[in-house]
DNA sequence: GGAAGTCAAGTCTCG
DNA sequence: CGAGACTTGACTTCC
């Protein structure tokens, strides 16, 4: 079963654009803020086309592309004044395929035992189920999340995850999907808060490396597959490799052809898939994977 | 004018 | 129990 669709996160090298510019607190005012979010919404057109052109149809948007979008230093109705940029790149987006993602960064932490994280972080996630639902994306175009912290009892923490997703609206929720990590959540861990809660799971082949938790790696596919449903689109995988030298679980500036092909092979095996690269040199590692524009080269 | 330090947020590890 | 890592561009301060 084939590769589907392929793509990167935030960041192309190769035009040397990004949809993360941003700020610090400080010198949030609003005028600086409108700049940043019209220098991201270009740079997305820009990167877009240019993924377009590659037969790149997978894109990860960088949770700064509205910079402060769930804090209350930006006051700026931006749906309504990026109204026309939102809608256009949507509508690219859509008319060529593609599926576009978000990925909350590390403080985003839907699980804490305080009640103040938790509504940040359901604060995050309104803004960028917001900034999908603008560009007119459809509940295939995820929101990409870990499970949080395990605050000494994993079991606690996860009912909790489960808790307070099962409250969230269905709109928000059917935009979540989680990701098994590198240190406390194994796809085991993932697949269990999956069935509480019918979330997706995104399966990351360097973060099951250094954290394989319970299970047989061929079952918890298949059954992570099967996580995603209609409304979900194609199941998605993350690919990196190791880098060398480093600690376990850095990226890679590249990814490591056998392994690379190893991989597609094995979730192949299953169903269509869509696959982000998490390389550090993004693009730039895509197009040396895969030199052609033609993915059934694999 | 270039280098170094700082920045919203959280959690975990190390010393 | 407090500092640093995680990760990273933008900005400020230091030299």
């Not at 949030?28 to 590659?54: F, S, T, V, W």
């Not at 109705?77 to 809608?87: A, P």
């Not at 929101?143 to 923490?157: C, E, M, N, R």
């Not at 997703?165 to 999907?177: A, E, M, S």
Request: with cysteine.
């Amino acid at each position: 079963m084939p590769l589907r669709r392929i793509g990167y996160p935030c960041v192309s090298l190769l035009i040397n654009r990004t949809t993360n510019h941003e700020t610090i607190l400080r010198t949030g005012a609003p005028e600086k803020l409108r700049g940043l979010i019209a220098q991201n919404l270009a740079d997305l057109r820009a990167i877009l086309e240019h993924n377009l052109a590659h037969d790149w149809r997978l894109f990860r948007i960088g949770s700064s592309v509205i910079p402060f979008g769930s804090h209350p230093v930006n006051t700026i109705k931006w749906w309504q004044e990026f109204k026309d940029e939102l809608r256009s790149a949507g509508k690219f987006a859509r008319a060529n395929d593609m599926r576009l993602s978000l990925h909350p960064g590390q403080y985003t932490v839907l699980n804490s035992p305080d009640a103040a994280i938790v509504s940040r972080a359901i604060a995050e996630l309104t803004y960028s189920a917001r900034f999908l639902d603008e560009l007119g994306m459809d509940s295939s175009n995820k929101i990409v999340i870990h499970l949080g912290g395990t605050y000494g009892d994993k079991p606690a923490a996860m009912r909790r995850f489960c808790e307070t997703v099962n409250t969230l609206p269905d709109d928000l929720r059917h935009r979540i999907v989680i990701e098994n990590d590198e240190r406390s959540y194994s796809p085991a861990d993932a697949l269990a808060v999956s069935k509480q809660t019918n979330l997706p799971v995104v399966f990351d082949n360097l973060h099951y490396t250094a954290n394989p938790g319970e299970g047989q790696l061929e079952d918890l596919l298949k059954q992570i597959f099967a996580t995603w449903k209609k409304r979900d689109g194609h199941p998605k995988v993350h690919f990196s490799s190791q880098a060398q030298g480093r600690k376990l679980g850095s990226h890679a500036d590249q990814a490591e052809p056998a392994e690379f092909k190893k991989w597609v092979k094995r979730w192949g095996a299953f169903d269509e898939f869509d696959l982000m690269l998490e390389a550090k040199h993004k693009d730039k590692a895509l197009l040396q994977i895969i030199p052609s524009t033609k993915k059934e080269n694999l």
